[in-house]
């Protein structure tokens, strides 16, 4: 960098002394020009001074000698002219400019009229050059630096020559202010004149100056006043080319955009686009070198370019992740190949060159240099071909071209096609030609082609990469012949396509031989895209392990780089167009062996992206069978491997981790008694564990929606041996719920929904009472609702979650609601339940557009139907709030706070509804018989839930008979809920202990001696069934008067008509007694002996219309057989038909069969 600045210094200080030098000369010429004396003494021929003249034309820097020798020898006064127009004129470079101004120096040193002349001769070139339509810029260039230089050394006067400047220089500013193509000749001009012409002080100088303290000379040939118009020129012109330089930037920045969509959408670019980003890159390029260099000259900053944030965002994720990395660093998730032996496997093949000598397969090489010559031709065919069609959609917009894009690649397929036919059409000519260059050897050759034969018999036990690297060598070394290169492709077409394995050998036997012989690679490939094309075409649904093995063998062929990968990826193009069936396989045998290839590659992983993207989409919307859709995703992630995220899982103590599996995996319907013992085992004194418990019941959503039941009744089986569990886990179910209306964010719904089921299995296994239900229920339709029916943040119009939480909520455990005090607390709540639900509809959220869910109307009317069938659902919000209203007064009327139908505390109707709720709170006990009667906690959860529900549905029948019967049903099973409940402290206390002892296995011997002694004394006895009804003696039957229906007595009727008798058997000794009791009517037992009564009447006389009615069916069945056997007796043929005619009355209508004689049949 220092040899660099005192170099530009030296040279700046040189370049400065020189002009100088001249100027004071050129300047002081008109004092020392010889006079007439000293022309007469030179030559004055016109041959010697026109042929000087003419090689003015040409000067040169090499010629400078010889021409001022010449000039020096020559009389040129007569031929100023001719001299002038020649340098004006002359074809110089900017090497040979110091020359011309040297000979200029010489001219206006002995000539007075030569300066003059060349100003005029000037002018005239610069005038005649704004007529020309396409300016020789190079020659300007040399011309501006030319008339510069003659300013500066004097020839021209300051004035003269510094207009002329001036005036030509802002001729090709205001000329190239938007085109900049002039750009060249300015900077030609600031970096060699405008340090004096304009006062330019270089970046380079600059810094050489502030940091060496190098002192640069100083612009003091012409004043800076003059200079300063040059300067203000310059600048203004850069700042056009910094606009330009900008714009550029952003048609180049919007190019690569467009090129970037083409390229995610198709997967390649046309050569035609491609192309024209080539030539636009290459301006733009060429545009910021030359305004750097401007910059530079006029010590000016370069604007800012911005860069496209999309576009390295994009690049950021893009091909540059699959490019391979140092050897040995090939992981699954970046490398192109597996691990470390398939890429040696793949790559690293053996040079024959440098093992075979080269005259072995020069021949083979001559006729690769034909070929590719000729592909070249074709090639340039066939891009000036697309050229021309890319050429008409340059106007269009981005959209557009990227459709046409789009269908120009179904064309260039179809090319392929015919392309792909050719190659079979000469295939087929070569494969004829074969048997006659067989024929020719097998006269001169014999034991060239026993060895060949010998050679490919040997061929498929080349099973490993030696032994088919030393065949590959052999071949080369002994038996290469155009004949043999051909029936050695012969013979790797037609391997046995269970040989599967063989493919990948065959393919670097191949990729060995194809430094040497190119022809094998070729024509293998050729027959193989026959081969493949044929199949395709055809649809058959037969040789489906021939058309894998064409597949495989391409595979193969495209990582060794043998088959194009253009070709691959059309062939897998043409796969998806048609993509079921076999297509469906091939296409995913050619994408698991060399689709991780296609797609880590960089020049083919856009393309190979896209169509694996177009490979799912088709799986998606079509209907595939199973084993294909296993087939295809199978292939997708073997090419494509999903990102597999490092989840960061909390780490947990081992105790811990094994109540959640017990939890949220173990626990299901088969497994409840064996997680329950498991449960028992814990640490119950820690509070740690037990809290840990809690918390794990409560966090009801992390167990599966179907097992809450199962989780429900393992707390029923562990409340007994720890009953604050129970109680925790309750109070934190309710408070869930409870911070869930509170909350009331949707992501919380599934976590709601979750613990409303539960709250309802609970119930059901008798951890909560009725009363919790009810209030839970009460809350989803009063809490946080307004008054008058606005609009709150906790309950929004739109918002239905709550009418989802009390179906669901009803739907677990309300078909237990069915009697008692039970069912009239779910009566009034599904009253005030509807008020709710039509409030919701009548808001004015819900319009034709946006009518309310139809699904929460199905999920309302299903539960309704579930719990009660006859129910009638309101249909309006008026009609809900009149049921309300009258609900409400019934009830206050029995609270004595209205009189004669008038309020008399109108203030207390608000709230009702969970008032109401709580009035029977004394019959607790009733409606906990009614609900599910459990064993003891057993955990056989399923059989009780069966019996629920047979109890359910029988009790829905008959609603009437239930409520006259509750308080029959409560006061009999008081004591024995008592009773129950005692024991249930009993085993809550623990129980007693049971100490193994001696005595205890003697008693057990003992007790299966006297059970077995019994069953076999038993089981000779028989058997006899148990009678239900015993048959009446005859002498009390006339005593027995038949009881009436229960539904007949009235206040009129005797007392025999609500009473049924009962005829009671005792035993005295050895004598029956029987006595008559009459029990009355609307007892449990009357009541049900009557209804057997009815049923079995009601059953005989069904019998007895069945049996009438068979025998009437089979008496009309015979009528009708007879009469059918009637109707298919042959009626008497009549011969006498066709002599003589029917006898018809003359006053009836004429007979036209008669008349034409058309013989028409009697019907």
């Known amino acids: 960098e220092m040899e660099e600045a005192y170099q530009l210094h030296q040279e700046a200080w040189e370049r400065h002394q020189t002009r100088l030098e001249l100027r004071s000369k050129n300047q002081i010429a008109h004092e020392n020009r010889p006079e007439e004396s000293f022309f007469t003494r030179l030559d004055s021929s016109l041959k010697k001074n026109t042929a000087f003249v003419k090689k003015l034309r040409t000067i040169t820097e090499q010629q400078r000698d010889s021409l001022s020798s010449d000039f020096n020898m020559l009389n040129l006064s007569k031929y100023i002219a001719e001299a002038v127009a020649s340098i ?57 630096r030319f008339i510069a230089e003659l300013t500066i050394c004097g020839i021209f006067t300051d004035k003269e020559g510094l207009s002329l400047i001036y005036e030509q220089l802002k001729n090709i500013i205001c000329a190239d202010r938007d085109t900049h193509t002039h750009v060249s000749v300015i900077i030609s001009f600031c970096r060699h004149c405008g340090d004096d012409v304009a006062g330019l002080v270089t970046r380079k100088m600059k810094f050489a100056s502030e940091k060496h303290n190098l002192s640069f000379p100083p612009s003091e040939i012409i004043s800076s006043e003059k200079q300063q118009p040059f300067m203000n020129l310059l600048r203004e012109y850069f700042t056009s080319l910094t606009k330009h330089l900008k714009k550029d930037h952003r048609e180049l920045q919007n190019l690569e955009r467009q090129n970037r969509r083409i390229l995610h959408s198709k997967g390649e670019l046309s050569e035609d686009r491609h192309k024209q980003y080539e030539e636009f890159a290459t301006s733009y390029q060429k545009l910021l070198a030359n305004t750097q260099s401007l910059a530079d000259l006029l010590d000016e900053n370069m604007p800012e370019l911005p860069q496209d944030k999309t576009a390295q965002e ?72 697309e050229s021309k069609d890319g050429k008409d959609s340059k106007d269009l917009v981005a959209t557009e071209e990227l459709e046409l894009e789009l269908e120009n690649l179904d064309i260039n397929d179809e090319m392929l096609d015919e392309e792909g036919t050719e190659e079979t059409e000469d295939l087929s000519q070569k494969l004829l030609e074969e048997h006659e260059q067989d024929e020719e050897e097998a006269s001169t050759g014999s034991h060239l082609k026993l060895i060949v034969d010998a050679f490919l018999q040997q061929l498929p036990n080349c099973v490993n990469r030696d032994l088919i690297d030393k065949a590959a060598m052999d071949f080369c070394m002994n038996m290469n012949t155009k004949a043999n290169r051909r029936k050695l492709v012969r013979a790797l077409f037609t391997v046995p396509r269970q040989r599967l394995d063989l493919l990948p050998f065959y393919a670097r036997l191949v990729g060995t031989l194809y430094p040497c012989m190119t022809d094998v690679a070729e024509d293998l490939c050729a027959m193989l895209k026959g081969d493949f094309r044929f199949h395709v075409r055809k649809k058959d649904q037969i040789n489906i392990e021939t058309k ?100 960061v899982r909390k780490k947990r103590p081992p105790l811990q981790e094994y109540i959640r599996k017990l939890l949220y995996k173990d626990l299901s319907k088969v497994t409840t008694e064996k997680v329950l013992r498991q449960m028992r085992k814990l640490a119950w004194h820690d509070p740690e564990v037990k809290e840990y418990v809690i918390n794990c019941m409560i966090n009801i959503w992390n167990v599966k929606y179907n097992s809450i ?57 008798r951890m909560v009472e009725s009363a919790v239900i009810f209030r839970i229920l009460y809350s989803f339709i009063t809490f946080g609702i307004s008054a008058d029916g606005s609009a709150t943040p906790l309950d929004p119009p739109e918002h239905l979650f709550r009418i989802r939480l009390v179906c669901t909520l009803l739907d677990t455990c309300g078909q237990y609601f069915d009697r008692g005090s039970s069912k009239r607390k779910l009566d009034c709540f599904l009253v005030y339940f509807q008020r709710y639900i039509w409030w919701k509809k009548s808001l004015d959220v819900w319009t034709k557009d946006h009518p309310f869910p139809i699904d929460v109307d199905y999920m309302i009317s299903d539960i309704l139907e579930l719990l009660r069938p ?5 249909g309006s919000l008026e009609e809900a709030i009149k049921q309300v209203q009258e609900l409400e007064r019934e009830f206050l009327i029995k609270l004595g706070l209205v009189i004669d139908g008038k309020d008399s505390k109108p203030d207390k109707l608000s709230g009702l509804g969970e008032g109401e709720e709580n009035q029977d709170d004394d019959d607790d006990d009733e409606e906990e018989e009614g609900g599910a009667e459990t064993e003891e906690q057993s955990g056989n959860e399923s059989e009780m839930n069966e019996h629920e529900e047979e109890d359910a549905s029988e009790n829905e029948d008959d609603d009437e008979e239930e409520e006259e019967n509750t308080d029959y049903l409560t006061d009999s099973n008081k004591e024995n809920e008592t009773d129950e409940d005692n024991n249930e402290v009993m085993i809550k206390g623990g129980g007693l202990k049971h100490l193994p002892c001696a005595e205890d296995e003697e008693f ?28 009446i003696p005859l002498q009390l039957k006339s005593q027995l008067k038949k009881g009436p229906p229960p539904q007949g007595g009235g206040e009129g009727d005797s007392e025999n008509s609500e009473t049924m008798q009962f005829v009671m058997l005792t035993r005295r000794g050895n004598k029956q007694q029987f006595k ?65 005619p029917r006898y018809q009355h003359p006053k009836g209508a004429p007979n036209a069969d008669l008349i034409f004689k058309t013989g028409g049949r009697r019907r």
């Not at 408070?735 to 919380?748: A, C, S, T, W, Y």
């Not at 038993?1018 to 048959?1031: F, I, M, P, T």
Request: proline share 4%; glycine share 4%; charged share 30%.
């Open 88 to 144: 004006v004129e002359a074809k110089l470079k900017l090497s040979d400019v110091n020359c011309a101004v040297h000979l200029c120096c010489l001219f206006h040193l002995r000539y007075a009229d030569f300066s003059p002349l060349l100003l005029q001769g000037w002018r005239k070139h610069f005038e005649a050059r704004k007529e020309e339509k396409t300016p020789n810029i190079s020659k300007l260039r040399t011309d501006m």
């Open 314 to 385: 994009e690049h950021g994720t893009g091909i540059d992740i699959f490019t391979p990395g140092k050897p040995g660093e090939y992981d699954l998730d970046g490398g192109i190949w597996e691990d470390e032996d398939a890429r040696n496997f793949y790559e690293n093949l053996i040079d024959l060159k440098a093992f075979v000598p080269a005259i072995l397969f020069k021949d083979n090489e001559k006729n690769s240099q034909n070929k590719d010559s000729s592909k070249e031709d074709s090639k340039d065919s066939k891009d000036g071909r």
């Open 548 to 647: 894998n093995k064409t597949v495989r063998f391409i595979g193969e062929l495209t990582k060794f780089k043998m088959f194009l990968k253009s070709d691959s990826l059309h062939c897998l193009k043409m796969l998806l167009a048609d993509f079921s069936h076999h297509h469906i396989e091939m296409a995913c045998t050619l994408l698991e062996t060399t689709g991780r290839f296609l797609f880590r590659s960089p020049d083919s992983h856009l393309r190979t992206s896209v169509l694996l993207e177009q490979m799912m989409r088709k799986k998606q919307a079509m209907h595939l069978d199973a084993r294909y859709v296993t087939m295809v995703e199978n292939a997708y992630y073997y090419c494509n491997p999903p990102p597999v995220e490092k989840t």
């Open 709 to 765: 039941h199962c989780v429900a009744n393992l707390l029923a089986g562990l409340v007994p041996y720890q009953e604050d569990v129970g109680i925790h886990v309750v109070d934190g179910v309710l408070e869930d719920i409870r911070l869930g209306m509170e909350v009331n964010q949707p992501k919380f719904n599934q976590r709601r929904i979750s613990s409303v089921k539960f709250l309802g299995e609970l119930y059901n296994y």
């Open 870 to 874: 006859k129910m009638k659902f309101c």
């Open 1004 to 1031: 057990i011997q003992a007790l299966d001696k006297m059970m077995l002694e019994n069953l076999q004394q038993r089981s000779g006895e028989s058997v006899k069934v148990h009678q239900l009804d015993v048959a």
């Open 1076 to 1140: 008559i009791l009459n029990v009355p009517m609307n007892s449990q037992l009357a009541a049900n002996h009557w209804n057997q009564q009815q049923a079995e009447q009601e059953e005989r006389m069904r019998m007895k219309k069945l049996t009438l009615d068979i025998n009437e069916r089979q008496e009309q069945e015979d009528y009708q057989e007879m009469l059918q056997s009637l109707a298919q007796r042959p009626a008497p043929a009549n011969t006498n038909r066709e002599r003589r």
